[in-house]
C-alpha cells in the first residue's frame, strides 16, 4: 500500500519536467499536508488525493496553460477542467448520461433479438447437431459391441475345438495303439490322432493370442475411440456457444 513517502517521490518523479522552483512549490504544498494530516489522517488524505499520476497531469496542465486554470486546495492542486460537464450547459452535461442509458438500452434490445434469432434458428441447428452427434456415438458403440462380440465368440469357439481336437486325437492314438496287430489300420489311425493334436496345439494359441492381445487391444482402441467422438461432439458444441459459431 503507498505511503507518504511513495506518494511524494512518485510525484516529483512525475514533475520532473517542470520548473525547479514550480515543482518545489507544489511538493512543498503536498508536504505541508502531510504534515497537518499527521500520521492518523494520512491513510484518508491519501485516499482523497488518489493517484499521484492524476495528480501530477493536474498540475502540470494548470502549469502550463492558463494560471488561473486551476489552484492548490484541501485536497491538492484542482483544475477545473478535469471536473465533469465543466463550463457545459444543462442540455449538453445531461447527453453523456443520456447516451450511456442510450447504449444500455441498445444493448438489452440486441440481447432480446440474439435470444429470439437463437430460439428460431439456433435450437433446431443444436437438435441436429446433438441428434448427429449421438447417432454417431451409438454407431460407434453398436459397432465395438459387436467386434468384441465376434471376438469372443472366436475365441470360445477355439477353446471348445481344441478341445475336441485333443480329445479326439488322444482317442485316435489310443485305437491305433489298440489296433497294432493289423500296422496298416494303427498306424493311419495314430497318424490322424498327431495331426489332431497338433491342430488342438494350433488352435490353444490362436485362443489364448485372441483372450489375452487382441481382446483387450480392440476394447482400449474402441474406448479411445468412442472418447474422441465424445470430446469432439463437445468441443463443437464449446465453440459454437463459447465463441458465436462454429469454425473450420
Not at 221 to 226: A, D, E, I, Q, Y
Not at 234 to 247: K, P, Q, S, V, Y
Amino acid at each position: 500500500m503507498m505511503n507518504q513517502e511513495d506518494f511524494l517521490k512518485e510525484l516529483e518523479e512525475l514533475l520532473s519536467d517542470l520548473a525547479p522552483d514550480e515543482r518545489e512549490e507544489a511538493l512543498r504544498y503536498y508536504q505541508d499536508l502531510f504534515a497537518e494530516a499527521g500520521p492518523k489522517g494520512e491513510a484518508e488524505l491519501l485516499r482523497r488525493l488518489g493517484d499521484p499520476m492524476k495528480v501530477a497531469a493536474e498540475i502540470r496542465e494548470g502549469l502550463q496553460g492558463s494560471p488561473d486554470a486551476g489552484e492548490f486546495t484541501e485536497r491538492g492542486y484542482r483544475d477545473e477542467r478535469f471536473d465533469d460537464d465543466y463550463l457545459a450547459p444543462e442540455k449538453y452535461a445531461g447527453q453523456g448520461r443520456q447516451s450511456e442509458a442510450g447504449r444500455g438500452s441498445e444493448k438489452r434490445r440486441n440481447g432480446i433479438l440474439l435470444f429470439v434469432l437463437f430460439l428460431v434458428f439456433g435450437l433446431p441447428i443444436l437438435g441436429t447437431i446433438l441428434s448427429a452427434g449421438f447417432s454417431v456415438v451409438t454407431g460407434l458403440l453398436g459397432c465395438v459391441i459387436g467386434i468384441l462380440g465376434g471376438l469372443i465368440s472366436l475365441v470360445f469357439g477355439g477353446f471348445v475345438a481344441a478341445t475336441a481336437f485333443l480329445v479326439s486325437g488322444a482317442a485316435c492314438i489310443f485305437v491305433g495303439i489298440i489296433n497294432l496287430t493289423a500296422p496298416a489300420m494303427g498306424l493311419m489311425l495314430m497318424s490322424f490322432g498327431f495331426l489332431m493334436l497338433a491342430a488342438a496345439l494350433l488352435l490353444f494359441v490362436a485362443a489364448g493370442w485372441g483372450a489375452k492381445i487382441a481382446i483387450p487391444g480392440v476394447f482400449r482402441g474402441s474406448v479411445h475411440l468412442v472418447r474422441g467422438a465424445c470430446g469432439w461432439c463437445g468441443r463443437l458444441l464449446r465453440r459454437i456457444f463459447g465463441r458465436g459459431g462454429a469454425t473450420a
